[in-house]
């Protein structure tokens, strides 16, 4: 019973977190939780961090477990029909787990305009990068050339380093004085439109 009690608390922090994009104050909890005082509060809020349901970080913040943010894996599919095994759930995959490894070094940027299109990036796309980390020969980097920001492939030939897009149409790139790598593109994120779904089906 309490066990059920406990994932009932949890649903309502999930549930508030998935329509406000944030976890509840105190004050809300009391709400929330249907509860009159705030140190029934703590004791749920503290019961979920000793559970692993929520997590407190050296500031003392709290977040939510990504597991609980997680989509079900139901299975592998081809590009045509689905596996036969559809039906079959095999794990829970958090896609902030999947796609950002050091969360503390990552953000995300919005792209604009086409010299990635040769790559499938799009504008409109999300990007996620990664500071700190040095880029390999190949590598899409996020870079300030001579004093402005652009996204491209980073070349290494020798000590010169050169970027390079993913279009003919744009040229490749020398800096003139300075280059500056401000970080490492990881990920690449899409969000179909309902507008968009009649095209790629084959």
């Not at 500071?131 to 290494?156: H, L, Q, S, Y």
């Not at 149409?169 to 003139?176: K, S």
Request: charge should be positive; include cysteine.
């Amino acid at each position: 019973m309490e066990r059920r009690t406990t994932q009932t608390v949890a649903k309502k922090i999930v549930d508030f977190f998935r329509s406000s994009r944030r976890l509840p104050t105190y004050e809300e909890m009391l709400s929330l939780l249907e509860v009159r005082s705030k140190s029934v509060v703590h004791f749920w809020v503290e019961k979920l961090v000793r559970e692993g349901t929520l997590k407190r970080d050296a500031r003392g913040r709290l977040s939510l477990a990504p597991r609980l943010l997680g989509v079900p894996i139901a299975g592998d599919v081809r590009a045509g029909f689905p596996s036969p095994a559809e039906e079959e759930l095999c794990d829970i995959l958090s896609l902030d787990e999947y796609l950002i490894s050091r969360p503390e070094a990552s953000f995300i940027l919005r792209v604009t305009g086409d010299s990635m299109i040769g790559e499938g990036i799009r504008e409109g796309d999300l990007v996620i990068v990664e500071r700190g980390r040095v880029p390999m020969n190949g590598d899409i980097v996020i870079a300030e050339v001579d004093g402005e920001w652009t996204m491209k492939f980073f070349r290494k030939r020798g000590e010169k380093v050169f970027l390079e897009a993913a279009n003919s149409r744009y040229p490749t790139i020398e800096a003139r004085q300075e280059l500056r790598i401000g970080g490492v593109v990881t990920a690449v994120i899409r969000k179909y439109d309902r507008g968009s779904h009649g095209r790629g089906r084959r």
